[in-house]
């Protein structure tokens, strides 16, 4: 039985998120999985995974903000831009906490961020952490990306002769590198920063209080109450209203077609937008955008041997 929608998974320290649809892939015997983002394998929190059908909300989940709370070292400065890498260098961190404060909430808005070398972008086909790991350094253009919001939640600033810790937490846009933040952070109060720690803390709806770990999983599976772990795909688009088409309008949209109020049971009370689409049978079809006079699909969900 091939389930969908989307299970709230709090990735340990560790795993790669690839590491991690493989084991949903055994626990739950069933090959449909995807991931909605990648976390670098020692980073925690928060990874949405796809089932079924809902793989097919992988890009649309993976569009949403993010929000991290990171431990910014300063005084260190390496290869990777965490202390996972080789140090490249170790500086006195000679700067007061308001002149840190300040630096960190400079960040705060749209910014032009260069992709680090250890990540998973490509360029001429080849991922840059494969180049990086033949010590090779290959130009990257900058990228925009957005800090909605960066807090400072506590500092560590010791005797100003070694490396000191800052958490911070921040809600960013997609494709942002947390790890490269505290590198630039470093590099603009001249002593050198790279992440300690990483936790992400929210994905869309998805936060840490009802993510649960792949054990977790395994357990709730061999009880039998797996369903109660997954979010339907339906409940991904709860903010629009719904409706549910008449036996007659049920062939139209089966086969993906554009839908008139006449074999709808109701039409939803909306001028235009997004409309959640069910059949006669309340199997949902997907997500269809309202016209003046008819309805058109937007994301489909629906699959021909659900009729079976």
């Known amino acids: 039985m091939e389930r969908s929608g989307v299970i709230n998974i709090y990735k340990e320290a560790g795993y790669t998120s690839h590491d991690v649809v493989a084991k949903l892939r055994g626990i739950l015997k069933q090959k449909k999985i995807g991931h909605t983002g990648t976390l670098d394998p020692q980073a925690q929190g928060v990874l949405p995974v796809c089932l079924g059908k809902g793989t097919k909300l992988c890009d649309l989940l993976a569009d949403h903000d993010k929000e991290y709370e990171a431990v910014l070292r300063l005084g260190i400065t390496t290869d990777t831009q965490d202390m996972e890498g080789t140090i490249l260098k170790e500086s006195s961190v000679q700067v007061s906490e308001e002149e840190v404060r300040t630096c960190i909430l400079s960040f705060q808005g749209e910014q032009q961020q260069v992709p680090p070398m250890y990540s998973a972008l490509k360029v ?128 139209l949209v089966h086969n993906g077609n554009r839908i008139f109020p006449e074999l709808l049971q109701e039409e939803p009370k909306v001028d235009g937008g997004y409309v959640r689409v069910y059949d006669s049978r309340e199997t949902f079809i997907g997500l269809y955008e309202k016209k003046t006079d008819q309805m058109i699909p937007v994301k489909m969900f629906y699959r021909k041997e659900n009729e079976a």
């Open 124 to 251: 001429n086909g080849k991922k840059l952490y494969e180049l990086a790991r033949e010590g090779k350094v290959v130009e990257r253009k900058a990228r925009p990306v957005t800090f909605h919001n960066i807090e400072v939640l506590w500092m560590e600033l010791l005797d100003q002769t070694g490396p000191a810790d800052f958490l911070l937490r921040c809600r960013c846009s997609k494709g942002t590198y947390i790890r490269t933040l505290c590198n630039d952070i470093g590099e603009k109060l001249g002593c050198g920063g790279c992440m300690e720690e990483l936790l992400r803390t929210r994905v869309e709806r998805f936060g840490l209080t009802d993510a649960v770990k792949l054990d977790e999983v395994q357990k709730v599976m061999e009880e039998g109450n797996i369903e109660r772990l997954i979010l339907p795909v339906d409940r991904m688009f709860d903010q629009y209203p719904a409706a549910k088409t008449t036996p007659q309008g049920d062939l």
